[in-house]
């Protein structure tokens, strides 16, 4: 069955550089989360989507915007990279908003140099 | 607002002895509350969850969970560990249908020797 696909898996940036990471749902899926992992850390929520309209909101920086396009893939853009930023980002989907399980991506490796 | 307590960072365990990784939650309404595990360097794969029907939830590979909501807890068991079942368990808590967002714990890591 078709995943969460997540791109890149991996990325190295430099301070004050800009990422995007990408995520692409299952297909049907209508629902986005955004979720980031310190290391050693849990998974910290930080914002959804929901019918291209964002839902929800958590600890987004707001150096950090995303947004959900008509095929429901989501883009989440980080600008002015800080240190702090190194983590492991996930990306999950849903059918439906308040859906009671979300399955989630392998995830996108930020290393920020 | 809801949380989640693991209380236990490690748990060590023999291979073919018990797992028992302990959760306690706080909700304000009726949880959704499941169980996910982390091997090393990989993604978020789904154990088990627990949506308001049976209160003991059964989920791969071995693993089952009991929601007490009397005590609030939620604790993930398996009878006989393997060597694979070595990684990171997270317990979660969802306030249910019409708001899911997903809150964390921080996390079990659960050691398997041989």
């Known amino acids: 069955a078709a995943g969460v696909i997540q791109s890149p898996r991996h990325l190295i940036k430099e301070k004050r550089e800009t990422a995007t990471l990408k995520c692409y749902p299952i297909p049907r899926h209508d629902t986005v989360y955004w979720y980031q992992q310190g290391p050693g850390q849990d998974p910290q929520f930080l914002i959804s989507?929901?019918?291209?309209?964002?839902?929800d909101k958590g600890s987004i920086p707001d150096r950090f915007s995303a947004q959900q396009f008509s095929d429901y893939h989501s883009e989440l853009n980080m600008s002015s990279l800080e240190l702090g930023d190194s983590a492991l980002y996930f990306c999950?989907?849903?059918f439906g908003q308040g859906a009671l399980e979300q399955f989630f991506g392998p995830g996108t490796r930020l290393t920020v140099l | 607002a809801q949380s989640v307590t693991q209380l236990d960072s490690h748990v060590s365990v023999s291979e073919g002895t018990p797992v028992l990784l302990r959760c306690n939650y706080s909700s304000s309404y009726s949880p959704s509350l499941f169980w996910y595990v982390q091997h090393p360097n990989k993604g978020l794969q789904l154990l088990l969850k627990?949506?308001?029907?049976?209160?003991l939830v059964k989920g791969i590979n071995g693993f089952e969970a009991e929601f007490k909501k009397s005590e609030t807890s939620f604790h993930l068991t398996k009878p006989s560990a393997h060597m694979s079942d070595a990684a990171e368990y997270f317990c979660?808590?969802?306030?249910?249908?019409?708001?899911?967002?997903?809150?964390f714990g921080k996390g079990t890591m659960l050691l398997v020797s041989p």
């Open positions: 979660v808590v969802s306030e249910g249908a019409g708001y899911s967002t997903l809150t």
């Open positions: 627990y949506t308001s029907a049976a209160t």
């Open positions: 989507f929901y019918e291209k309209m964002q839902s």
């Open positions: 999950a989907s849903s």
